[in-house]
């Protein structure tokens, strides 16, 4: 097969930054895309209706022309939201969900969550009213060893969380260990996951065997190769609770390559692609649509879109650098070379 026509995939997870950086990662998220889920990290967060409208309205001034690409917002979860903050998100009709960071986990998440106990009240909200939790699934306890901190979270609170909102839709986002895939199958229809490209191409080994390569720093951090393997099986086995999110969140070259460096990987020049090398080194090219363009919209209830894509077998070497803010980042899989290229 050298060629595969896909419905028009979405990336249920990414990262735009603000102000500037939207010249780049807008025209790079549209690129093969027909919505994102667009992270609420900002500094300031974007924790109100009023801020995801403003921070949407700057987003689509750097649509490319003729892109129908959509954004889809997400509100920031602190431990001062309110419910009625929810429902107004449920109401304005371009929010999607809601983000739980516990504070400190990652990235401009000083402002999450202290205390899941503290969102008794927005947790019901959201249930009643249909709106999507999006879990970064990881403990901050500073007992808790960095490989473990997602397999702590699903024991520590995730199990306990499901039991007390049996019908709020929460995704695990950006899984990263066997422990979760396990989880989430055995959830109900409630439960789903994103899967990144990172996660599923690397290991912690290709992190830190031979040098440190901050290029694939991110979190939650890589694990082990059975973990991998763990996620590259979901990934394609079909299964409708997996889909697409590929956590693409730019972060400059110096802020990488620092003594004490960012987390996070770009992965916006050539995700579809890289999700394509994945699925067919595992043999299951015939499953990349059902996980990059329906699984999604299945558990967001949005339609498929009514465009698609094209891939062809066609060796390319991926970018070294790409310009951004100012400045230049290192993309995921700089300088590789990929057999499927999305024809635009
Ligand atoms: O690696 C990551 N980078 N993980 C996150 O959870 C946040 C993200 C970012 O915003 O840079
Ligand atoms: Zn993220």
């Known amino acids: 097969m050298d060629q595969l026509s896909i419905i028009q995939p979405d990336d249920w997870h990414l990262h735009l930054r603000d102000d500037e950086a939207l010249k780049t990662t807008v025209p790079a998220a549209a690129r093969g895309f027909g919505r994102g889920i667009i992270m609420p990290n900002l500094t300031p967060p974007t924790t109100t209706v009023a801020r995801a409208a403003a921070y949407r309205e700057r987003i689509l001034a750097q649509r490319p022309k003729n ?122 229809d409630n439960i789903a996951a994103t899967i990144t490209p990172q996660h599923l191409l690397y290991n912690r080994n290709h992190m830190l065997v031979g040098g440190i390569r901050p290029h694939l720093f991110c979190l939650p951090i890589l694990k082990r190769d059975i973990h991998q393997q763990a996620l590259i099986a979901a990934a394609t086995s079909g299964n409708k609770k997996f889909f697409l999110g590929t956590d693409s969140a730019p972060h400059i070259q110096g802020r990488k390559e620092s003594a004490c460096g960012c987390a996070g990987c770009f992965s916006h020049h050539a995700a579809i692609e890289l999700y394509a090398e994945v699925f067919d080194q595992a043999g ?15 558990f967001y209830s949005l339609p498929y879109s009514s465009h698609s894509i094209l891939l062809k077998r066609e060796p390319w070497q991926l970018p070294m650098a790409v310009a951004f803010d100012n400045s230049q980042l290192i993309p995921l899989a700089a300088g590789t070379t990929l057999n499927w290229k999305l024809s635009l």
Request: hydrophobic share 35%; proline share 4%; with cysteine.
């Open 67 to 188: 892109s129908n690409w959509q954004p889809l917002m997400v509100l920031y979860l602190t431990d001062n939201t309110s419910p009625d903050e929810i429902r107004a998100a449920k109401e304005c009709g371009f929010i999607y969900g809601c983000k739980y960071y516990p504070a400190g986990a990652t990235t401009n998440s000083d402002s999450g969550v202290t205390d899941l106990n503290k969102l008794h009240e927005v947790l019901e909200t959201m249930q009643e009213v249909g709106m999507v939790l999006q879990l970064h699934g990881e403990v901050t306890s500073d007992d808790t060893d960095i490989f473990d901190r997602e397999a702590v979270f699903i024991e520590r609170h995730l199990r306990s969380l499901v039991q007390h909102y049996p019908r709020l839709n929460i995704i695990f986002e950006h899984i990263t260990t066997q422990q979760a895939v396990d989880f989430v199958l055995s959830g109900g």
């Open 284 to 298: 299951a090219l015939d499953k990349l649509e059902v996980f990059a363009s329906k699984n999604g919209p299945d």
